[in-house]
């Protein structure tokens, strides 16, 4: 249990502060925030998460770069670098990189933008002393929030890089996968974070249509395994997006994510 | 123009003879009927598309083989067998599986279960005179519909045997995939069908959720071109799930498929 960690927008009406209390009152060590739900001072954010007794396990998110224009592109990039710069103020490891559609029908251009932003930003992560992590997200998603599809994909991105960038595993995202356990044995290295959740019937939005570990399709603890034999050993994040638990009250919510991880994950 | 065919589900509530007069009426020279339109007695079937001059493209569908015993596992073949035999009939070369999902979280394992399938019916359709197109479906189905849910998984597969078996692209499927076009190329000379439709926002049924060309994400006229030059020179289905459209007149639905057709596909 000492790997779980509560990602915030399991309850997504919940303030840092409620989520932190919550993660406190069911001996949850860790706890990865959303950028959304910080202060105008990241560092009274992390004061209270680290007066708390918490650790970060990582900082979502950065991402969302193509763009139509150069000028928009370059707004992605530098809404980035204050990405990379709250991480480091909050003590975050790893920012979180959904890198976001396609502006138009052209996914090849849009996969070098991608690339071309994360390569900018490489150096200014490195310098921060932040990893980013490239996840890849369902194909479901190509269409409004990644071009980045596949594990294979994400790892090919990450392997042009120092040890600065890699990968974040959600299992909702891609277990799926025909080639999902070999590829996560190359990933062995580059893993930044591992995510779970399960996949049930697709909901009225899609984005909102994750389930509780248990609940669904996913051979959670087999992945699991997966991930471990590659050699990540590091905080294991619980990431529901789901209408129904947050209306739940976080530490409610909190004490079902323990359960459910004991059960199916670890 | 002579390359278009009408998926008869792209009129899911129109019957088989409407559906053929509708493509008579606006010079559609192919059509793919699916087996739950088709009479008891499908050589009629047969005559009455014959005789009105149209071609079929493929009989829609096989598959569906992964089950939780091997008695369910024998009555999907022996489905099958009879699918082969139905598509044999109606003079159709193709018999389009959908391999349908795992019976439990075991993807692997249901995997096997489709490729011990398929090798039982191999020799089925060769003799038939009949080719198996393994389809792969969005990654979005893999819990519902299918575990081959990649252009490679299916390539794999359908290498292992000779001509009876090749695969069928469905750009909605396959269009998200990062290897798509150098998958497309690897595939030359077992591709044994290409569909058409496009990626719209995902509506309350995801089944349901296609969209006509043009309305959506997917560059249709690249993958089109990249088939072709893959040496794939036969029919181009519309295949559309989508209940507005089943709600228009089919002559009409046949209009719009034919408009779109030449506008965006090529």
Redesign the interface.
């Known amino acids: 249990m000492s790997r779980l960690s509560f990602n915030q927008i399991t309850s997504g009406h919940a303030s840092l502060a409620d989520a932190v209390n919550a993660c406190v009152k069911r001996d949850v060590e860790w706890i990865a925030p959303w950028r959304h739900k910080l202060s105008a001072k990241p560092a009274e954010d992390a004061r209270l998460i680290r007066e708390a007794g918490l650790k970060i396990s990582s900082l979502c998110r950065g991402g969302m770069f193509p763009a139509a224009t150069a000028e928009q592109r370059s707004e992605r990039i530098d809404d980035n670098r204050r990405a990379i710069e709250e991480a480091a103020t909050l003590g975050a490891q790893v920012l979180v990189l959904v890198c976001g559609p ?1 502006p138009d ?3 090849d251009g849009a ?1 070098h933008m991608v690339e071309d932003a994360v390569a900018v930003l490489a150096p200014v992560a490195r310098a921060a002393g932040v990893h980013l992590g490239i996840e890849p997200l ?3 998603f ?3 929030r990644s071009v ?3 594990l ?2 994400s790892l090919k991105m990450a392997e042009r890089f120092g040890s600065e960038i890699g990968v974040v595993i959600d299992a909702y995202h891609v ?5 999902l356990y070999a590829l996560i044995e190359r990933a062995s290295g580059n893993i930044l974070g591992f995510h779970v959740s399960d ?1 049930i ?2 909901l ?1 939005d ?1 984005l909102m249509s994750r389930g509780m570990m248990g609940e ?4 959670l603890r087999r992945i699991r395994a997966a991930v471990d034999l590659a050699g990540y050993t590091g905080p294991i994040e619980v990431e529901i997006f789901n209408e129904a638990l947050w209306r739940k009250p976080v530490e409610e919510t909190v004490r079902l994510c323990a359960a459910r991880f004991e059960e199916h994950v670890v």
Do not use: C, F, N, Y
């Open positions: 396609a029908r052209d996914l996969r369902h194909p479901m190509a269409a409004t980045v599809a596949t294979e994909q277990w799926w996968d025909p080639k996949w019937p697709l009225a899609p669904g399709s996913i051979e």
